[in-house]
């Protein structure tokens, strides 16, 4: 009996400290593996055409929030002329500014897992 009540207060006090790290260091040790993972899925997901650049990001794990600050989407021209030369450019490209845009409902097995982020 004290053997499981020590392993239940040994998890509990992991978990806690797993929490109280999260929540202070605001998923800071993550952040250039999250960066690059939101930059990968700009760039894959428009086939090269766009490319994703932001100043600062900032993860919250407990509400599953992600927020980027001064975010630019630029075209890639090059690749564009070729599209067009090949008759398939879009009819429309752009290159947007923003300065902050939240994402809600993301966490951090979304960008730890290969799989695709909706």
């Given amino acids: 009996m004290k053997k499981i009540i020590s392993i239940i207060l040994l998890a509990l006090l992991v978990f806690s400290g797993g929490?109280?790290?999260?929540?202070?260091?605001?998923l800071d040790d993550f952040n250039p593996m999250i960066k690059?993972?939101?930059?990968?899925?700009?760039?894959d997901g428009s086939a090269g055409l766009y490319r994703v650049e932001f100043d600062s990001l900032h993860a919250d794990v407990i509400n599953s929030t992600l927020v980027?600050?001064?975010?630019?989407?630029i075209a890639d021209t090059v690749l564009a002329a070729k599209l067009d030369s090949l008759g398939k450019k879009p009819v429309d490209i752009f290159n947007i500014s923003i300065a902050s845009i939240a994402i809600d409902g993301i966490n951090i097995n979304d960008f730890s897992s290969g799989k695709k982020v909706d």
């Avoid at 929490?19 to 605001?26: E, G």
């Avoid at 980027?68 to 989407?73: F, K, P, Q, W, Y």
């Fill in 19 to 26: 929490i109280y790290y999260l929540t202070c260091r605001k």
């Fill in 68 to 73: 980027l600050s001064n975010v630019r989407l």
């Fill in 36 to 43: 690059k993972k939101v930059q990968a899925l700009v760039y």
